[in-house]
């Protein structure tokens, strides 16, 4: 193998590690929380938010390989570390640096959006290291990642973050249900965890629907939305609670993450209008056509 080719190998395995196609919907996160701020259109700030997000969502995916070094070596062993495709050291280097430049790209537009991405580096850090193995603790503390990740977007307006703090409560259920869910990707997971994922994804779109209380949120606007959001996670999730199986699960897992953008869609349509709500959605199949690629799960 030459230098070129065994760069490009390295390379790869490295972008798998971050994980591209769920970056794509950390992106939709920071729109629909934009969307939410009721900011006056400003694209530099947005760009800084979505430069934050890839290196906060990057890193963190990338030390969860770190950490889950020896566990991949028994269980999955085609991954980019256990697999001698990128280095331990590497993957430590390349987390931090991404960590790194989404706290100092999120300080471009405000010290709360910066307290904001360095609180999401810390709680993504925490679940790497600790969280994911505890049954409670871990949904939670995932949950409260993603939660951040959308008021990240909201900070674009940092009074709006303090009107609007409990929009991160909608992703924090949401991907409490996923992870709860996750845990039986590799060995068969308990009904009961299928069957407590399952009413968490209908207390969140429960929740979505709730949010047209609010004056400035047009819940109409967003049911279209929502209707696709129900059908593409309420469906596979309940396949996985009638047969808990690995392969059920990780298709259930899959569309539930992708689906992320989707729920994002919904809330930054009943916020911005119909045409915002399609551009979010746009995302989806970038991020789907991405999965192809590069592993999900």
Known sequence: MNTVTFNLHRF????????????????????????????????????????????????????????????????????????GRASRWGAILLGGLLLGVGIMAAAQVSWLSA???????????????????????????????????????????????????????????YIAAITTLSRGEVHVSKQSNGLIALLLIVAVIAGLLGLGVLANYQVFTALPFLILLAIR???????????????????AVKAGVLSLI????????????????????????ISMLLAQIFAVT
């Open 115 to 173: 307290s904001l991405a360095f609180a999401i580096a810390t709680t993504a850090l925490l679940y790497d290291a600790l969280g994911k193995h505890h049954p409670i603790f871990g949904p939670i503390n995932m949950g409260v990642c993603r939660g951040g990740n959308l008021l990240l977007g909201v900070s674009v307006s940092s009074t709006m973050v303090g009107e609007y703090w409990f929009l991160a409560l909608i992703p924090m259920v």
């Open 12 to 83: 790869w395995a490295y972008l798998q590690l971050m994980r591209p196609a769920n970056i794509i919907t950390a992106w939709a996160d920071i729109l629909a929380g934009f969307a939410a701020s009721q900011s006056q259109v400003n694209l530099l700030p947005l760009a800084w938010l979505l430069l934050a997000t890839t290196g906060l969502y990057g890193g963190g995916i990338v030390f969860n390989d770190v950490f889950d070094a020896e566990l991949d070596a028994q269980e999955r062993p085609e991954r980019p570390i256990p697999s």
């Open 262 to 285: 989707v729920l994002d869609t919904a809330v930054a349509a009943g916020f911005a209008g119909l045409s915002y709500g399609l551009l979010v959605l746009i995302l989806l199949p």
């Open 233 to 251: 996670v309420l469906l596979p999730f309940m396949q996985a609670v009638r047969q808990p199986t690995p392969e059920k699960i990780r298709i």
